[in-house]
């Protein structure tokens, strides 16, 4: 091949590998920036008196003094709307029976509305959830209820060739003439100085429990959950992929009985991952019984089970990849062939049988399907680490797919799910960060 014809095909090899990369990274710039923008705001937002009132009661965070003057403030403020209130509700009882009945529907709505902003109108438990006992912590949450306040949401079918059309109709028509019209305007003007907005670093976010179904509160159970499934699958499945990689590359021949296995192997790896689940929930927990019911060691073993078959295959091309004259000047010298795998072959196998590391810990870190029937649960608390034996976990997949899907107020909760997915990733990405920083420090040593 002429010079200049293979110098213009290296060139444009390059070019094409340079546009892969750069093109790779645009599309996860595309992909991961939305999610970081809107998980952010779970740590960064408008946090309303009520916030700061959650993090006082709860966790024993703020200046108690500031919070507290605070809340006289915004009592204050509110003070105005409770009379009117009052005042409306001692007109009704004047009223005739079916109009008293159409207010008393109309006001229940109301009343709903102003305490999901405000919270309990005594400043105390006045219930066991907590969402009765504080209003709006978010700033924005404060606005979209603010707008359902001052419109009721109704359907115009008038239109007959239609399904008819969303109508939003100020709901102080609704009281005109009554103590109770003023009060929208007041809302209007003065919600700024009744839930005083401040810019909120809500750090916590990420070490905090959670109360009343992610309502209020951090993420920390299903942080550290997940934590425990992923480790936990790993210190299962990487001596077993390790231990069957090498029977495959150093012992085993071409028998059938081996050509049968290495088959087995590749269609485990094809499996879905919901299989792996029913498969742990009917072994793990229902013949080996390894914990009474759901736990995370249940879905520790499951999730091994998931991500072997990936374990195998790369440590086992990682083993074959060692230079047979390795093999051959450690036999030269005396070492046993088990001392030469362990001395020789796997330390020079390892930066390879670490890129499986790699490729496993995040599929086992994200997926939802098998932890669902054998560890995985939508509420409750840090688990010890002695807990996991037998206890189930929330963790970050479930619960961001629970969240999504079946939580009663999932539009009160929506910063959460992107937190959530924020979590996850960034822990993915950490997790295989610290799996690629040793593989590279594994590799410069042997080089060495």
């Not at 915004?74 to 029976?97: G, N």
């Not at 005109?176 to 670093?201: C, D, H, K, Q």
């Not at 929506?414 to 960034?426: D, I, K, P, S, T």
């Amino acid at each position: 091949m002429r010079t200049e014809t293979r110098g213009m095909l290296d060139r444009a090899f390059t070019g094409t590998g340079v546009f892969s990369i750069l093109l790779l990274v645009a599309a996860l710039l595309v992909i991961l920036a939305p999610l970081a923008v809107r998980g952010l705001k779970a740590v960064v937002f408008q946090g309303t008196v009520e916030h700061r009132r959650v993090l006082l009661d709860k966790f024993g965070r703020g200046d108690r003094a500031a919070v507290q003057a605070e809340i006289a403030e915004v009592v204050e403020a509110r003070a105005p709307v409770y009379v009117m209130m009052d005042r409306f509700q001692s007109e009704v009882e004047a009223m005739p029976l079916s109009q008293r009945r159409k207010m008393r529907a109309e006001f229940q709505e109301v009343r709903k509305l102003v305490g999901a902003i405000l919270g309990d109108r005594s400043g105390g438990p006045a219930s066991l959830l907590m969402r009765n006992q504080y209003g709006a912590t978010r700033w924005d949450r404060a606005q979209v209820k603010l707008q359902a306040l001052l419109f009721a949401e109704t359907w115009d079918y008038s239109d007959n060739s239609s399904f008819g059309k969303k109508v939003h109709t100020p709901r102080a028509e609704r009281f005109s003439g009554t103590a109770l019209e003023p009060m929208f305007g007041y809302f209007r003007g003065n919600i700024g100085r009744m839930l005083l907005p401040r810019r909120t670093v809500y750090w916590g976010f990420f070490t905090d429990d959670s109360f009343d179904s992610h309502l209020f509160g951090g993420i920390w159970p299903e942080l550290l959950g997940t934590l425990y499934l992923a480790v936990g699958a790993m210190l299962f499945a990487v001596p077993a992929g390790i231990l069957a990689a090498i029977f495959f590359a150093e012992y085993a021949g071409d028998s059938w009985a081996v050509g049968f296995l290495r088959t087995c192997v590749s269609t485990l790896a094809g499996v879905p991952s919901i299989v792996f689940g029913l498969f742990g929930l009917a072994f793990f927990i229902g013949v080996v019984r390894v914990s009474p019911s759901k736990s995370v060691l249940a879905g520790s073993l499951t999730l091994a089970l998931m991500i072997l078959p990936t374990l195998i295959r790369t440590a086992e091309e990682a083993i074959r990849a060692v230079p047979q004259t390795y093999r051959e000047a450690a036999l030269s010298l005396g070492g046993s062939r088990w001392h030469t795998i362990v001395s020789v072959v796997l330390p020079a196998a390892l930066p390879g049988i670490l890129t499986g590391v790699v490729i496993s810990l995040g599929r086992a870190a994200g997926e939802t399907a098998p932890i669902i029937f054998t560890a995985a649960v939508s509420v409750g608390k840090p688990l010890r680490l002695w807990q996991t034996l037998t206890q189930p976990t929330p963790a970050l997949p479930w619960n961001i797919y629970n969240l999504a899907t079946e939580h009663e107020a999932v539009e009160e909760v929506r910063h959460v799910q992107y937190g959530m997915v924020f979590a996850l990733v960034g822990m993915v990405l950490l997790l295989n960060l610290a799996a690629i920083v040793l593989r590279a420090r594994v590799a410069r040593k042997l080089r060495a």
